[in-house]
């Protein structure tokens, strides 16, 4: 950040009153632009048949991580729910039909700046569609996971978090709710 | 925003390449502006003693909201996790020592563009001290909360949450998560 937004003077780093730590303030009007992290929102549309349990992937057709495989996730939007941002990433990345239950993960990114949410769903059915911003969406038991050409590590956290509880569930226990934080070093 | 914070070019709303919603886009140097939901993240310090529940409130020195009640939180900065920013809220606002436990709540509130988390933790001791942000620092059993001076529905509404697992929790049961959507309707 160089100029105010507000009105196009140059910004200065400076510790606001009553503050304790350094922002962009602009010197002419007095504004200070606060810069704070963002939510990254997706779903785990999981297609559970004869005893087989998949989770539905997209093949990422944009940077970062172009051709690696990603659940279907996306920045949050302004006035909706972090719901509404799971359903809406799921259908414009994957056209996937699915009903939402609980918030399954969050993981903290700090070093990027962000919180990743996802969402355990049921993908009703199989007629999925890559979009835009997706070269192929298919499905995948755990087996069959493409565990080295996950995009992101709170994807593949989230994973076997999923599969991990899957089991626990096959075993009469419920899906828990799991929050972890990921750092520069963590692979996955 | 009026003013490109790159170039200082006037931006204009217009729906860029391969999205589907009105952003700020500066024409001169091609950057697009995105604008994001906020996290507000806090705690619910408890302090148990002699089968007492009581939770610690501070009233707001600032506005919004001045004067009235609110569990310590506050917008979640770059660079620290959702747990790192309910404890420097935390000792910000209450000078409060607490163990964080899990998060015990996330709500949406879609129309002022806010998620919301609260984290139970444990009041460690009563040498609390109201910070700058806040006139009076306190703990209150359920009885003695002022519930009709609660600054915040997503305050109000995690300690109705809150005092109903604390009794499911005394019958042997655990905390659970909880997730709630506000709209502009909702008083708590």
Same mark, same amino acid.
């Given at each position: 950040?160089?100029?105010?937004?507000?009105?196009?003077?140059?910004?200065?780093?400076?510790?606001?009153?009553?503050?304790?730590?350094?922002?962009?303030?602009?010197?002419?009007?007095?504004?200070?632009?606060?810069?704070?992290?963002?939510?990254?929102? !997706?779903?785990?549309?999981?297609?559970?048949?004869? !005893?087989?349990?998949?989770? %539905?992937?997209?093949?990422?057709?944009?940077?970062?991580? #172009?051709?690696?495989? +990603?659940?279907?996730?996306?920045?949050?939007?302004?006035?909706?729910?972090?719901?509404?941002?799971? %359903?809406?990433?799921?259908?414009?990345?994957?056209?996937?039909?699915?009903? %939402?239950?609980?918030?399954?993960?969050?993981?903290?990114?700090?070093?990027? #700046?962000?919180? #990743?949410?996802?969402?355990?769903?049921? %993908?009703?059915?199989?007629?999925?569609?890559?979009?835009?911003?997706?070269?192929?969406?298919?499905?995948?038991?755990?087996?069959?996971?493409?565990?080295?050409?996950?995009?992101?590590?709170?994807?593949?956290? +989230?994973?076997?978090?999923?599969?991990?509880?899957?089991?626990?569930?096959?075993?009469?226990?419920?899906?828990?709710?799991?929050?972890?934080?990921?750092?520069?070093? +963590?692979?996955?």
């Amino acid at each position: 950040m160089k100029f105010c937004s507000v009105c196009a003077h140059p910004v200065a780093l400076s510790i606001p009153p009553d503050d304790n730590r350094p922002r962009f303030v602009c010197p002419q009007c007095g504004t200070i632009h606060y810069q704070n992290p963002k939510m990254v929102v !997706g779903s785990i549309p999981v297609w559970e048949r004869e !005893g087989e349990t998949r989770v %539905l992937l997209c093949k990422r057709a944009i940077e970062p991580r #172009h051709g690696f495989w +990603t659940l279907p996730a996306g920045f949050m939007e302004n006035d909706e729910t972090t719901a509404d941002a799971a %359903l809406r990433e799921t259908h414009e990345e994957a056209g996937a039909n699915i009903i %939402l239950h609980g918030l399954f993960s969050l993981l903290n990114v700090p070093h990027v #700046h962000q919180v #990743h949410m996802f969402y355990r769903a049921t %993908l009703l059915d199989l007629n999925y569609l890559a979009g835009p911003e997706s070269l192929e969406v298919s499905t995948f038991s755990e087996s069959q996971i493409p565990w080295d050409e996950i995009a992101f590590p709170t994807v593949a956290r +989230t994973l076997r978090f999923f599969f991990e509880d899957n089991k626990k569930v096959g075993r009469g226990e419920k899906y828990g709710f799991h929050a972890y934080d990921i750092d520069k070093s +963590t692979k996955e």
